[in-house]
Structures are given as structure tokens and as C-alpha cells.
């Protein structure tokens, strides 16, 4: 093998590691009291990173309806009695793919028997929606993943939110259609930071309910101060990964929720998916009926 192909191929091995330390911060981020959080939107759950209220700041959303969040699976007891009794959550849409569950905790291992055992006693129903089917969510596929999110510029986020985009029909369609119930129950989005998939979807929300982009931008944004405190400790950390040494800026980037980051991401979903609407409809196979009581469902 020519030297410059090793060491490529040793790069694409050193990042496959990254979402396995990522996942490490986010559950240690979890552990953490979020009082220095404005509430809202934030909501202090303990035990859960990221945790908030998609309409807290927005006046033309109806609050308490949608929440977001990063993994849940090791929200404490006080933090589950509050999701269910203060916030009404009934249900929780998880996005994150079977090898993320299976290494995010022993308790959820075995997926497709006893995965939601841990909310239901709260009358909370965990809805297993992953994004990427397992076969694309191997080590090689999240090398690549990431390696898009360190490009400068926003151009790598497009083009993982495209992917996402690809992927997710069948996962946003059932949170989607959850909402565009007669009378829905409050509902928790979530995938492992709260982050991409995450806001994804709630950008798709915002956006068919005529929210102005630039507060779809700065509801993104707000991730940064979900998962502030362990920024500067992942960035060190993920400096330290030959595949990454030296590069601050791509690093930076990689876990940042920038503004611009989402305004070109709405841009591509206008573009190539012919808006939220269209995406609903087209891709995840929405009636124009379930259309309109979504919309009437989300506004305030």
C-alpha cells in the first residue's frame, strides 16, 4: 500500500473513535445541574444534556408541545417524574442508530425487547425512529460523517443535513404524524447530542409553520449553550487525535451549532426538497390533511 493511502486509511481508523468519546462527554455533560441555563427554553432535567422547550422563546409556537434534547437514557428519577408530571412528555422519538444505543448503555442493549422499560413506568413510551439503518451507521460511514463537519465554512453541514435529510423520512415521518394528531401529547425529540438529527427535524417544524429563518437559525444555535461546559474540554480532547492534530478550526467546527450553519441548511432544504412542506408531503408521505393540523397543532 503507497505511504500517503496508509496513511489515509490510518486517519479514517483514528476517527472512527471520535463518536465513541463524543457519546463519553455527552453523558458526562448529563450528570451536570443546567441552572446556568436561561429557562426557558432550557428545562433542568437531571440526567439529560441539552433539554429544551422548542417554542420557549418563540412567539409564534406553541410552547410545551415539542421539547428537544440530547441522549435521555440516563435521566434520574427526579428528571423523568418531572418530564412526565410537570412537562406532560407521553412520548420520547429517539433518532439515534442501534450502535449508538448499544454503547450509550448495558440498559438498552438489547433494543427491540426492553428498550423503553426505563420510561414506562412514568407512562412515557420510547419510540425507537433511528435515522440511519445500522448498516449506515458503521465505523467507516461516521468516519466520513465527521470528516464532513470539520470542512470549513458550513458546506460540510449541508452536506451532512442533505444525508440526513436522505435518510430520515420514515424517522420524522412518525414524530410528525404523532403531532398532527387531533389532540397530540407533549413529545421529546432526541438523538445523542441533541445537535444534527435533532435539529434537523425541528427545523423542519419551524420552518412549515412560517418561522422566520433567522430564529430557526438562533433556535439551532442554542445548542452551543446546551453543551457549553464541555466544549472546550471535547476540543481538546479531539485535538489530541492524530486524524484531527492541529486542526482547531475544523475541530471547532465539528462541534459547533453556528447560525450560518442552519441558514445554509434551510437554503439546500428550499432547494433540493422543494421546502418543509414538500418534504413532508413527497418524502414522508404526509396527507394534506395531517399538513394542515400539524401546522394548527404548532402554532400558538
Not at 7 to 17: E, V
Not at 149 to 154: D, I, K, L, P
Request: charged share 30%.
Amino acid at each position: 500500500m503507497p505511504a500517503e493511502a496508509a496513511r489515509g486509511s490510518s486517519k479514517d481508523q483514528q476517527l472512527k473513535h471520535i463518536g465513541n468519546a463524543y457519546s463519553i462527554l455527552i453523558r458526562r455533560q448529563s450528570t451536570l445541574t443546567m441552572t446556568n441555563l436561561p429557562s426557558p427554553p432550557f428545562v433542568d432535567i437531571k440526567g439529560i444534556a441539552n433539554f429544551r422547550d422548542v417554542g420557549g422563546q418563540l412567539d409564534n409556537v406553541r410552547k410545551g408541545v415539542v421539547f428537544r434534547s440530547a441522549d435521555p437514557s440516563k435521566a434520574s428519577e427526579e428528571g423523568l417524574k418531572k418530564m412526565s408530571k410537570d412537562l406532560g412528555i407521553t412520548t420520547i422519538f429517539d433518532l439515534r442508530s442501534a450502535p449508538e444505543i448499544k454503547r450509550d448503555g448495558p440498559e438498552w442493549a438489547d433494543i427491540a425487547v426492553d428498550a423503553q422499560d426505563v420510561f414506562e413506568p412514568y407512562g412515557i413510551k420510547r419510540q425507537w425512529v433511528p435515522v440511519f439503518a445500522e448498516q449506515d451507521y458503521g465505523p467507516d460511514q461516521v468516519a466520513l460523517r465527521y470528516k464532513e463537519y470539520t470542512r470549513e465554512g458550513s458546506a460540510g453541514f449541508v452536506k451532512a443535513y442533505h444525508d440526513i435529510l436522505l435518510s430520515a423520512p420514515s424517522a420524522y415521518g412518525a414524530m410528525f404524524r404523532h403531532l398532527a394528531q387531533e389532540k397530540p401529547t407533549p413529545c421529546l425529540v432526541n438523538c445523542t447530542a441533541g445537535k444534527d438529527r435533532t435539529g434537523v427535524v425541528v427545523a423542519l417544524l419551524l420552518s412549515l409553520i412560517g418561522v422566520d429563518k433567522e430564529k430557526i437559525a438562533e433556535e439551532y444555535a442554542l445548542t452551543d449553550q446546551g453543551l457549553a461546559e464541555l466544549r472546550p474540554i471535547f476540543i481538546e480532547r479531539l485535538l489530541k487525535n492524530p486524524a484531527l492534530e492541529g486542526n482547531r478550526e475544523g475541530v471547532g467546527n465539528m462541534v459547533s451549532s453556528k447560525k450560518e450553519n442552519m441558514l445554509a441548511a434551510l437554503e439546500m432544504i428550499q432547494k433540493e426538497f422543494g421546502g418543509a412542506e414538500n418534504y413532508m408531503q413527497e418524502r414522508c408521505g404526509l396527507e394534506d390533511e395531517e399538513i394542515g393540523r400539524l401546522r394548527k397543532n404548532l402554532r400558538a
